[in-house]
């Protein structure tokens, strides 16, 4: 609970989400706040309840990879080319166990037309709202999103090209 702490006590806005990442409240992102004490209010209303930051009031984007169902996350972060890879290793990293999180500062006056952003299957970019776990770093420490991640979310951008990878290990 540190991290929603300190996300809270630097203006973020959170709400609570289920298990299965359903809103608790009736309006969901609508109902995204700060404030301390509606926070302890939904801590003992919804005891075991994930929370979920509200991406655009943090100026914050995640860059998405999947891992469930017929999505390999992994495959597809480990098929980007190694400069875009040692770039997001440096941002905070949220894993769940079905995939992972980077979480990257949208650069100011950057505009975004869509909550999110289908790149490739098992990889998305996510620009109103994620669900949190527990980053490894700070997610106020993230840096800014590099070109090759603004690009991506352009209208119409042309397809992101992978390179073909037969690799299936798991960031840790």
């Not at 006590?9 to 009736?26: H, L, Q, S, Y």
């Not at 992102?29 to 309840?49: G, H, M, V, Y």
Request: proline share 5%; hydrophobic share 35%; net charge positive.
């Amino acid at each position: 609970m540190n991290f929603i702490n300190e996300l809270i006590a630097n203006g973020c806005e959170i709400f609570p989400v289920t298990k299965d990442k359903k809103p608790c409240t009736a309006h969901g992102l609508k109902d995204a706040t700060n404030d301390i004490k509606t926070i302890n209010e939904w801590r003992s209303q919804f005891p075991n309840c994930r929370w979920a930051l509200r991406l655009d009031k943090a100026n914050l984007i995640v860059a998405d990879f999947d891992n469930h169902g017929n999505k390999n996350g992994t495959r597809l972060f480990e098929q980007l080319p190694k400069e875009q890879q040692d770039f997001l290793k440096t941002c905070p990293i949220d894993v769940s166990k079905n995939g992972f999180h980077f979480f990257m500062k949208l650069p100011k006056g950057q505009k975004l037309d869509k909550a999110r952003y289908e790149i490739k299957n098992g990889f998305e970019i996510f620009t109103l709202q994620v669900n949190l776990y527990d980053p490894n770093t700070s997610i106020l420490d993230a840096l800014e999103a590099p070109q090759f991640i603004l690009d991506m979310l352009k209208p119409n951008n042309a397809q992101f090209n992978f390179n073909v990878t037969n690799s299936h290990k798991r960031l840790s």
